[in-house]
């Protein structure tokens, strides 16, 4: 090659880098896409989703945005591997139906995560806008809640590849995002899995946790369906420590255990008045109306009609709480949190959607007592107004109390929010599995098996509460471990 050719090459490289740069300029010039929401005034009537998702030209348009990153950190933000890049290219050519199938090799709940994921936190965290650029995102969620959605509309839903059937039978104990992801990947190696759950609808704290609203139950309905097709079978009404026991389970045949069975235990926080009626943990209050049709005045068990509803935390079960009183008709609804609004867990979205929905934020404020009438019904509510001290173990400034600054507030009825501990069914019905002092099970950190091997768990029964795509994660994480396992036998 002469000088000629060799100037004229580098030029025309040039001029492509140019090209490219000013492709990419014109990519971070789109602004991010707006989801449509319903109105609040109408939503607080009704259990509609709240979120409309996204349009099909929305959709490509968000897709368009994506720089396709040699290294794509996005994917480090995801607890389930997915290719981020792969599954919004094909949604920006227009080729919906593989975006879906590029999810669905990873994670078995797309169009679940898609919804209440807290991607801000996770891939949209490490995404190249986020990092460098210093502007919003790529919508990840917003596009694989479309992705998900559109296949289902579409009735081409297809399933994963699968390996021929082995025969080895696997149990899963907790049908939750946890105990899914796990019999999703195992059902793709060949396992004969069955899902074991204790209530009488599956889907764990999908289903009883989080409201419609929220995650209406078709969404979860279908993901379980695509599981039952790939082989899965699922057993409800049935206490793995009761109704079953770990050695019917070897009796039955099942060469491996996932224990997933959540933290479904409630704390509260030893205060008087904890026992007064109308005094509720969350996680009754949520389980009633999301599964027992306690919303309804006719059902055998229906839930109290607070008309000032206090509601004590600022996680994202504490919001849907929240909200779920106010489309039960309460006046005025509050919700009570002993830091700063900077310093709640809850997702920002969620919080948006709360205040826009006409929920009072006391913040650094702490209850210290609940007061009864003669009824032995609270009507009160005692507070300790706080302010924050030194950064704790989590990072989160300390609340410390005003001395003498309390203050007494009317109240009808008290939504205890203030976190859960592990189901001890299991941990209690197994000897020799090793547990911690709060009752989660002790597992290996990188293949998640208990000290008894056979025995593997994940999700909030080891961390002791997490979100819906940290348990997929140890779900995945625990099925790979176990499949090696097995094989290696």
């Keep these: 090659m002469n000088k000629e050719e060799l100037s004229a090459q580098r030029a025309e490289k040039w001029r492509e880098e140019l090209r490219k740069s000013r492709k990419a300029k014109e990519r971070t ?116 809640r479309f992705a998900a959605d559109y296949e289902h509309a579409s009735g081409e839903v297809a399933l994963p590849a699968m390996k021929p059937c082995n025969g080895v039978k696997i149990a899963v104990v907790g049908s939750g995002p946890c105990g899914l992801s796990f019999a999703g990947d195992m059902a793709k190696w060949g396992y004969r899995v069955t899902v074991f759950e204790a209530l009488h609808e599956i889907g764990g704290v999908l289903k009883y946790g989080i409201p419609e609203f929220r995650l209406p139950n078709e969404v979860v309905d279908v993901e379980i369906e695509n599981l039952r097709r790939m082989g899965v079978e699922f057993m409800t009404d049935c206490i793995v420590g009761k109704t079953l026991s770990y050695d019917d389970l070897h009796e039955m045949g099942f060469k491996g255990i996932m224990v997933a069975s959540g933290a479904g235990l409630p704390r509260f926080m030893n205060i008087p008045g904890e026992n007064l009626n109308g005094v509720m943990s969350s996680n009754e209050y949520l389980t009633r109306v999301n599964l027992m049709d306690a919303a309804n005045p006719d059902s055998d068990t229906p839930v109290w009609r607070g008309r000032r509803v206090a509601v004590i935390g600022g996680g994202n079960t504490a919001m849907d709480s929240v909200r779920t009183a106010r489309r039960l008709g309460a006046e005025k609804v509050m919700i009570i949190y002993r ?35 003669e009824r032995g019904r609270v009507c009160q509510m005692r507070l300790q107004k706080m302010e924050l001290g030194e950064p704790d173990a989590s990072g989160r400034r300390s609340p410390v109390p ?67 795509i940290l348990a997929m994660g140890d779900g995945r994480r625990a099925a790979a471990a176990m499949h090696k396992a097995l094989q290696e036998k």
Excluded: W
């Excluded at 709240?50 to 480090?76: I, S």
């Excluded at 650094?364 to 609940?370: A, Q």
């Excluded at 109240?411 to 989660?440: A, Q, R, Y």
């Design 29 to 144: 010039d789109i602004p991010r896409v707006r989801m449509k929401e319903l109105d609040p005034a109408y939503r607080i009537t009704n259990r509609e989703e709240v979120n409309c998702g996204l349009t099909r030209e929305q959709a490509v348009l968000e897709a368009t945005r994506c720089l396709d990153c040699v290294e794509p950190l996005c994917m480090t933000g995801c607890p389930v591997g997915i290719n981020i890049p792969k599954f919004i290219k094909n949604i920006e050519r227009g080729d919906f139906l593989s975006a879906a199938r590029t999810l669905k090799e990873t994670s078995a709940l797309p169009a679940v995560c898609g919804r209440v994921c807290p991607q801000e936190r996770q891939c949209e965290s490490k995404c190249f806008y986020t990092q460098k650029l210093k502007k919003e995102p790529i919508a990840i969620g917003y596009l694989e």
């Design 402 to 468: 005003v001395p003498g600054a309390i203050e007494t507030i009317d109240i009808d009825e008290v939504i205890v929010s203030v976190g859960v501990s592990p189901n001890p069914l299991v941990p209690n019905s197994i000897e020799g599995l090793e547990v911690t002092p709060k009752g989660t099970i002790v597992v290996n950190a990188d293949t998640l098996q208990s000290s008894i091997p056979d025995i593997y768990a994940g999700g909030d029964i080891v961390r002791g509460g997490a979100t819906v």
């Design 339 to 373: 830091r700063s609004e900077d310093e709640m867990p809850a997702r920002k979205e969620e919080i948006h959607h709360a205040k826009q929905e006409g929920v009072e934020f006391l913040t650094l404020h702490n209850p210290v007592e609940y007061i009864g009438d």
